[in-house]
């Protein structure tokens, strides 16, 4: 069992609650200013508490957490909720998908337009 702690360093907890896969990915974000505590951007050695709400921006979207709690390492992935709360709105995660598709469908520049064949790949691809 991981116990929590009262006050802890907000890259620590960041990647203890699975945002990052690093410790120092989760710092190059804070100093990046990626990473929000409470609407100011934060360095990654600020004290984090409980019901403080923290926004990080990855990639595309905005994750908005609320920390419920500190653990003391990192956590396994079911346990993430014990720690923190998920309150990202589904839009943001809606345009990643929209996105991912697009990037699908681009074609690369001056390769024209699409053959009668390409066309109907896409139609069956898309209905």
Do not use: Y
């Amino acid at each position: 069992m991981v116990a929590t702690i009262e006050v802890g360093r907000l890259d620590r907890w960041l990647w203890a609650v699975r945002l990052f896969r690093s410790r120092s990915l989760a710092t190059d974000a804070c100093r990046a200013g990626s990473v929000e505590v409470n609407g100011s951007v934060a360095k990654p050695a600020r004290d984090i508490r409980v019901g403080e709400r923290v926004e990080v921006r990855q990639g595309l979207i905005t994750r908005i957490l609320d920390v419920r709690g500190i653990p003391e390492s990192r956590v396994g992935a079911k346990r993430v909720p014990e720690f923190c709360s998920d309150l990202t709105p589904p839009a943001e995660f809606e345009r990643l998908r929209n996105h991912r598709v697009q990037q699908l469908l681009a074609r690369e520049k001056g390769s024209g337009r699409p053959t009668k064949k390409e066309r109907r790949s896409i139609d069956r691809f898309l209905g």
